[in-house]
Structures are given as structure tokens and as C-alpha cells.
């Protein structure tokens, strides 16, 4: 039968030390609490968030060319639509 070793911490004492360079923080020197997930509301939110699949070498293309690319991609497929969109009768 294999012997298993339970690694014991170091216990934990509740004696605080007197820092006076060293404060502990209060609540007034934290401020309110401020939450900041993504960027936020766009002006004029424009653009939708999707998922599409893209081959590697197209994507790789676009990301090789530096940041923006997913700009990049907008803008070409923009172009392919009005192509599209002129090309038809009527």
C-alpha cells in the first residue's frame, strides 16, 4: 500500500504588526470600486459581433498585414458586396 505526505502550511497568526510606513488600507484611500469589462458602449454602435470560419492561409493573410485585420476583412468583404451589388440588373 502506497504512503501518501500531506504537505502542512504554516499557521496563520492573527498578530498584526505596527508599520507606521506601511498603513493598512482603509476604504477611503481604496475609492469606489470601479468595474471595467471590454470598451464599453460604442458612440454609434455600427458593427455586430459574429462568428464566422475562415481558411488558415486567408486568415493568416490578413493577419500578417499587422493590427486591424479583422478591418481589414470588413473592408474586403464590404468591396465584394458592392461588387456584387453593381454588377446585378436593375
Known sequence: MKQTTTAKLPKKTSAKVDDSDNPAWTED???????????????????????????????????????????????ALRREVKRHLAARPG
Request: hydrophobic share 40%; aromatic share 6%; net charge positive.
Open 29 to 75: 484611500m481604496m475609492g469606489k470600486p470601479v468595474l471595467k469589462r471590454g470598451r464599453g458602449p460604442q458612440a454609434a454602435p455600427t458593427k455586430i459581433l459574429t462568428s464566422i470560419r475562415l481558411d488558415a492561409d486567408i486568415l493568416e493573410f490578413f493577419k500578417a498585414q499587422g493590427a486591424g485585420y479583422q478591418s481589414r476583412i470588413n473592408t
